[in-house]
């Protein structure tokens, strides 16, 4: 009986050592990851406050483009246009001569 003491004892202080390195190598791998990932967050926020900053410095050379004028041959075909639906809206025209017209203005 004193053999088979000695033995559970022996094995009882063997799963215990081994249950407790295998915790601290547990906590100590979860340490390095939770550093490696504020590392990582660390330098995404240093890479977008830097990328941030030259867009402001950048800013002021970057215009925008003025719109386009229209040429002067769609100015005439606009106020072309214009002038029919006056004239329709006053009763000069009726719904079928102003669409002959504005077929005739637009294709031209």
């Known amino acids: ?4 003491l000695r033995g559970v004892a022996r094995t009882a202080v ?4 081994a249950t407790s390195v295998s915790n601290r190598v547990s906590r100590r791998q979860a340490g390095r990851w939770a550093q490696q ?11 977008y406050q830097q990328q ?10 970057q215009q ?3 719109p386009p004028q229209p040429t002067s ?11 029919l639906g006056e ?7 009726t719904d079928a001569e102003f669409e002959d017209q504005k077929a005739r203005i637009l294709n031209s």
């Open 1 to 4: 009986m004193p053999g088979l």
């Open 14 to 17: 063997i799963a215990g050592t």
């Open 37 to 47: 990932d504020q590392q990582a967050a660390y330098e995404q926020q240093q890479a």
């Open 52 to 61: 941030q900053a030259y867009l402001q410095q950048q800013a002021p050379y």
């Open 64 to 66: 925008a483009a003025p």
């Open 73 to 83: 041959g769609a100015d005439e075909r606009i106020a072309q246009l214009r002038q």
């Open 87 to 93: 004239l329709r809206s006053s009763g000069v025209l």
